[in-house]
């Protein structure tokens, strides 16, 4: 079951457009998406769990952006990750409550084929992914620019290691 793609990288941003700081990630997509960049896929995408796996099944690399509230980082950070810094949260639990790491896990047991080779997180720390809003904090706005550049240092750095 293989799927083939037009282009082998996948920028998918992940949240909600209405809940404050959670459209973060929509946000930093969105404006990978506007650049245009060759061979780089965008999307946006109000999902969890294991319905990731059919939206980057069949790209060799795939960017997740998303918001964390982990309370380790100032609201506005940028981290980049790599699905082995979320080895201790894979867990066995309903598939409505997988987290991306263990729907990693269950896509490359399933359809290794079809997984990408690579996958990275850029995470933003927020303040409040609660409060019904079209407006995120302003740490977190002026954190867009940021976590977009890290998208790209990504991107260049995986063309690079081709």
């Known amino acids: 079951m293989s799927i083939s793609r037009s282009n082998e990288i996948l920028v998918v941003g992940l949240g909600s457009p209405i809940m404050k700081d959670d459209a973060v990630g929509l946000r930093v997509s969105q404006n990978i998406e506007d650049m245009r960049l060759d061979n780089v896929d965008a999307q946006q995408e109000a999902i969890g769990g294991l319905d990731i796996l059919p939206v980057i099944s069949g790209y060799k690399m795939a960017i997740i952006v998303d918001a964390i509230m ?93």
């Open 70 to 162: 982990s309370q380790d980082y100032g609201p506005g950070s940028v981290i980049i990750f790599d699905p082995e810094d979320f080895e201790s949260t894979v867990a066995d639990v309903p598939a409505h409550d997988v987290n991306l790491a263990t729907a990693m896990k269950i896509g490359r047991e399933l359809h290794p084929e079809t997984m990408p080779d690579t996958v990275r997180f850029v995470a933003i720390e927020v303040e409040d992914i609660q409060t019904m809003s079209e407006t995120m904090s302003p740490s977190v706005e002026a954190a867009v620019q940021s976590a977009v550049d890290a998208v790209l240092h990504l991107i260049s750095e995986y063309q690079k290691s081709k």
